[in-house]
């Protein structure tokens, strides 16, 4: 089956700071993936939509210049978390579509930590 | 506006007892009705996709069916790996690839 590799698995900076979080698609070529945002004992909130080659889609409320999203490769989506505060403190997990299968694989996320 | 709520919030069955979790969902009209499992620090695991009512998927101890208004997914005689929480998540016609998830059901089973 489809695999997305995400990367780093867990991460803590400090206030201020910005961090980047990868996500690849290893064995298939993904023109959209998707990046959410998880709180403790809740769900996933899709936070914005990654296209190859062009700017990324926000969901109403979040902030595009504090999560930047990068797609340049079939393979590769970055978010970066601009000037971190604690508030951001969250679970990351980005997905694709595989056009094989009929669902989307997700990542295995990103503990992010701001201190 | 999409809307999945999933019930119960959290499940404690004795392993071999088998359950239901209930996946009721609101969608102007569906497109695809998504069965994951997630465990604490991961991503979540594709399970089932299902298209239309009536629909029936089945995966080891696992089983998915969909009506209009609601998904279950059965357990029969669950194992202790079993444990998770199971999310449901709805694509809506015309929402593009947007997902709209459910706030899940954490499931114990105890040995």
């Known amino acids: 089956g489809a695999v997305v590799s995400q990367h780093p698995s867990r991460v803590i900076c400090k206030s201020g700071t910005s961090v980047k979080i990868e996500c690849r698609s290893l064995?298939?070529?993904?023109?959209?993936m998707f990046w959410y945002r998880q709180f403790p004992k809740k769900s996933l909130m899709l936070m914005a939509t990654s296209n190859e080659g062009s700017k990324a889609t926000y969901e109403q409320g979040v902030e595009k210049d504090k999560f930047l999203i990068n797609h340049a490769s079939l393979t590769l989506s970055t978010l970066t978390v601009t000037s971190a505060h604690p508030e951001d403190s969250s679970f990351y997990i980005c997905s694709a579509r595989d056009l094989r299968v009929d669902g989307y694989t997700f990542g295995s996320g990103t503990r992010l930590t701001v201190v | 506006e999409d809307q999945v709520t999933q019930s119960p919030e959290a499940l404690r069955l004795q392993e071999g007892e088998s359950s239901s979790l209930n996946c009721s969902y609101t969608v102007s009209g569906l497109r695809g009705l998504f069965w994951y499992r997630q465990d604490p620090g991961k991503g979540p695991e594709f399970l089932f996709t299902l298209y239309s009512a009536g629909e029936e998927k089945e995966k080891e101890r696992l089983k998915a069916t969909l009506t209009k208004k609601e998904s279950f997914l059965h357990i029969t005689a669950p194992k202790p790996e079993d444990s998770a929480t199971y999310l449901c998540?709805?694509?809506?016609?015309?929402?593009?690839?947007?997902?709209?998830f459910g706030g899940g059901t954490r499931l114990m089973v105890k040995p």
């Open positions: 064995d298939f070529q993904a023109t959209t």
């Open positions: 998540a709805v694509q809506a016609l015309g929402a593009g690839n947007m997902l709209t």
